[in-house]
């Protein structure tokens, strides 16, 4: 935080009113995963990894007849936000844009792509790592993976 609460010159109250925050944000810790819920999102990930289109309830379903876990469909539902997962269903409205978002142009109409590296894209991918959750681009997953990238050897003159 950028609150000092040594300033002679100005309260904790008047920082957090000139920064814009809840003088509650200064004091809150979040409380860490305990190790049942990381067992507990370890086998959900898998499961949504299958059926990823599988929302809170079959994947609560889906913990008991698999792995025995037996817990309600809210908590399921808090771990899913936790992961920031959710099930590839058609959602309400998708296809009725907002009338008040600014509409892009599409900068690549008309370009001609005549050689290579003259248009990039990115993207980020989901990885479920030992201890936590991440998020990398599919280079740096391919790297990762592979044992294909040699270090270039030096030159010894």
């Not at 979040?30 to 990381?38: A, E, G, N, Q, V």
């Not at 399921?76 to 509409?103: V, W």
């Not at 990115?122 to 990398?136: E, G, N, P, S, V």
Request: with cysteine; aromatic share 10%.
């Amino acid at each position: 935080m950028f609150v000092d609460p040594h300033d002679k010159n100005f309260s904790i109250n008047r920082q957090c009113k000139l920064l814009g925050v809840w003088k509650s944000a200064l004091y809150y810790e979040k409380r860490p995963i305990k190790d049942s819920d990381k067992t507990i999102l370890d086998r959900i990930d898998e499961i949504y990894t299958e059926c990823p289109f599988y929302g809170a309830r079959k994947i609560s379903r889906a913990l008991y007849k698999l792995h025995g876990i037996k817990i309600g469909r809210k908590k399921t539902g808090s771990l899913m936000k936790i992961m920031r997962i959710e099930a590839i269903c058609p959602k309400k409205s998708l296809s009725i844009p907002n009338k008040a978002h600014k509409k892009y142009p599409c900068l690549l109409k008309g370009l001609k792509i005549k050689h290579p590296n003259k248009v990039w894209a990115a993207d980020i991918t989901y990885i479920r790592l030992h201890q936590a959750l991440d998020y990398r681009t599919p280079a740096e997953v391919y790297f990762a993976a592979t044992d294909k990238v040699k270090k270039p050897a030096k030159n010894v003159a």
